[in-house]
């Protein structure tokens, strides 16, 4: 059964930081250029893409895409999300029909958790953007094969601006924490606590998923005493993440799986030599660091 349209919608929080992204992504939304937005699981790619249709008052079409591969779920999804009833994704009347809706839609199709999609898949997309008089805007965890401009989201800036100007300047994944641990469990973050919320963000890799877990827990805990217990709350809020780190490693290919494995044994990093040095002789270590980065694993 074809999954409902998603509703695209940043809630009520406000929205922290990435002000050079939005920039880049609102212009693109305005030049009516498409554009895939590709990061790690949980860096708010979705959050992003949510903030910048909001600012550019643009008219959209969500279709969520988490899991989804072959061209016929494609198809049956955002069949459904354009209200075409009656057709399962394996018809050719189906895609006859999303063709034709696509090719006089007004709406900006935002294709959400694209990084599942095989080649097949990908080449329909980029069949549709041919059609379409209106731009895509996609994310995904990987570089799709998609040819518009891809736009990489990594995890928050961690340490503070430099600034003349502002002396007590937060780093943006501190300000995240700052912001919804006053809207979710009404308490201001002072400057005194700044060291503790620093070294708490940092913990917790800047990533905005886990950050905006962590904040209703300061309703109870002290930023320090949070980081002291930062073992508890990864394995509280780390599910989510690993289910998805655990999918984004399957579908990478055989050289991508070695080369990725072989630099866990490097915690604090290596160079190209040194991964060689490990990794099996057959394994290519340049195309399988790529096909890491690709799926933002690296």
């Known amino acids: 059964m074809a999954a409902p349209p998603l509703a ?100 900006m199709l935002v294709l959400d958790g694209c990084e599942s999609l095989c080649a097949e898949a990908d080449e329909l997309i980029t069949h549709w953007f041919e059609a379409s008089p209106t731009p895509f805007i996609l994310t995904s965890r990987r570089r799709t094969g998609v040819p518009c401009e891809q736009l990489e989201l990594p995890p928050l800036g961690v340490e503070a601006s430099i600034d003349a100007n502002v002396a007590d300047a937060w780093s943006e994944a501190a300000e995240l924490l700052r912001v919804r641990t006053l809207e979710l469990a009404r308490i201001r973050l002072g400057g005194d606590e700044r060291e503790a919320v620093e070294r708490l963000v940092r913990s917790l890799g800047g990533l905005p998923q886990a950050i905006e877990l962590a904040a209703p827990r300061l309703g109870v805990l002290l930023p320090g005493q949070l980081h002291a217990r930062i073992e508890h709350l990864r394995r509280d809020t780390d599910h989510d993440l690993d289910a998805s780190i655990a999918t984004s490693f399957d579908l990478l290919e055989g050289d991508g799986q070695s080369c990725l494995l072989a630099c866990a044994a490097f915690p604090g990093g290596t160079d190209l030599e040194g991964l060689e040095q490990v990794v099996a002789p057959e394994v290519d270590a340049i195309s399988g660091l790529m096909a890491a980065r690709n799926h933002s694993l690296l």
Do not use: M, N, W, Y
């Open 8 to 107: 695209l919608d940043g809630g009520e929080s406000s929205f922290v930081g990435r002000e050079e992204h939005l920039a880049c992504l609102t212009h693109a939304i305005t030049e009516g250029r498409s554009l895939a937005i590709v990061g790690p699981p949980g860096v708010g790619k979705t959050r992003l893409v949510s903030e910048a249709l909001r600012r550019a008052q643009t008219t959209l079409l969500v279709v969520g895409l988490s899991g989804v591969r072959e061209p016929t779920e494609l198809v049956a999804r955002v069949a459904a999300a354009l209200g075409i009833a009656g057709t399962t994704g394996t018809s050719a009347e189906a895609l006859a029909r999303v063709e034709r809706e696509l090719s006089h839609t007004t709406r």
